[in-house]
C-alpha cells in the first residue's frame, strides 16, 4: 500500500517530466473512455515539455534517476565519498518532490 502511494504522488510531483496528462479533460462518466487533453497529445508528439526539456516515461525517468550514483574514492587509508555530476533533468526531478540531492547515505 505504501508503494501505491508513493508512487502516486511521484507521478503527480513529476508529471512535467514525464508524459502524463496534467490538465485531463472533464469526463461525463467515470465509465466513460479517458481522452488526453490537446496539450499532452503535443507533449507526447514533440517528445519535449516547455523549454524544450526532454520529456521520458515514469519508468525511464526512474532508470535516469537511478544513474546518479555516490563513489567512494579510495587513496590510501582515505576514502573520500563522491556523488555522480547530477543532470538538469536529475535536478529538477528533486526540485519537484521539494528534496535535496542527498550528498551522503544516512542509515538509521
Known amino acids: 500500500m505504501l508503494a501505491c502511494y508513493l508512487t502516486w504522488h511521484l507521478r503527480q510531483a513529476w508529471a512535467a ?3 502524463t496528462d496534467q490538465q485531463p479533460p472533464q469526463r461525463a462518466s467515470p465509465v466513460a473512455p479517458a481522452r488526453r487533453s490537446p496539450s499532452a497529445d503535443a ?3 514533440r517528445k519535449t515539455g516547455p523549454g524544450k526539456q526532454h520529456i521520458r516515461s ?14 567512494d574514492l579510495r587513496y590510501g587509508d582515505v576514502t573520500i565519498p563522491a556523488l555522480a555530476e547530477p543532470t538538469p533533468d536529475q535536478r529538477r526531478a ?3 518532490i521539494g528534496a535535496p540531492i542527498p550528498i551522503t547515505l544516512s542509515i538509521t
Open 17 to 19: 517530466l514525464t508524459y
Open 43 to 45: 507533449k507526447a508528439a
Open 58 to 71: 515514469f519508468r525511464d525517468l526512474l532508470d535516469h534517476l537511478a544513474t546518479l550514483t555516490r563513489n
Open 94 to 96: 528533486f526540485d519537484l
